[in-house]
């Protein structure tokens, strides 16, 4: 079962870039985080979501919230894909062990071996405030929550 809102949310320590790593530790007390969970890089519906990411990025930005975009691909297949659609928020890797983060918060696909479609706002004290799980291989809707407005 997925993390819910109001639960706190599981710590995570995912890699980034050779060595660089990203936790929810890193952010509490100091910004928000928006915690999205993804199948795959390089898939059409994948990029399509990241796109809209950056596209309302300066929204996160001004509510003081930090996206970090999660797969269980490796990290420079990661930043490799990151490079390529331009965008400028954390790309970051569950492949080690895999798919843990994933896990944690509920969205592991045994099947597939990949998370389903999670989202997860989380505040600065680390509770989750709102959250979307897609449970088939189907595209968010809603990609920036409302309750975002309330974090600014």
Same mark, same amino acid.
């Given at each position: 079962?997925?993390?819910?809102? &109001? =639960? ?22 100091? &910004? ?14 994948? =990029? @399509? ?5 950056? @596209? ?10 930090? /996206?970090?975009?999660? *797969? ?11 490079? @390529? /659609? ?6 970051? *890797?569950?492949?080690? *062990? ?23 706002? /989380? ?22 929550? =409302? ?6």
């Amino acid at each position: 079962m997925a993390v819910t809102t &109001s =639960e706190k949310a599981p710590e995570f320590d995912l890699e980034v870039n050779h060595g660089e790593r990203v936790r929810l530790s890193d952010f509490r007390g100091r &910004s928000n985080v928006l915690l999205v969970f993804h199948p795959f890089a390089f898939t059409p519906v994948c =990029e @399509e979501e990241a796109r809209d990411l950056q @596209e309302n990025l300066e929204s996160f930005t001004n509510a003081q919230t930090e /996206i970090v975009f999660v *797969s269980c691909d490796s990290a420079p297949a990661r930043q490799a894909w990151k490079e @390529e /659609i331009g965008a400028e928020f954390t790309f970051a *890797s569950d492949f080690w *062990s895999h798919g843990a983060a994933a896990k944690a918060y509920g969205v592991f696909n045994d099947e597939n071996g990949a998370p389903h479609r999670g989202t997860f706002l /989380i505040d600065k004290d680390g509770t989750v405030i709102w959250s979307l799980v897609k449970w088939s291989d189907e595209r968010r809707t809603e990609m920036v929550p =409302e309750s975002l407005e309330t974090l600014a």
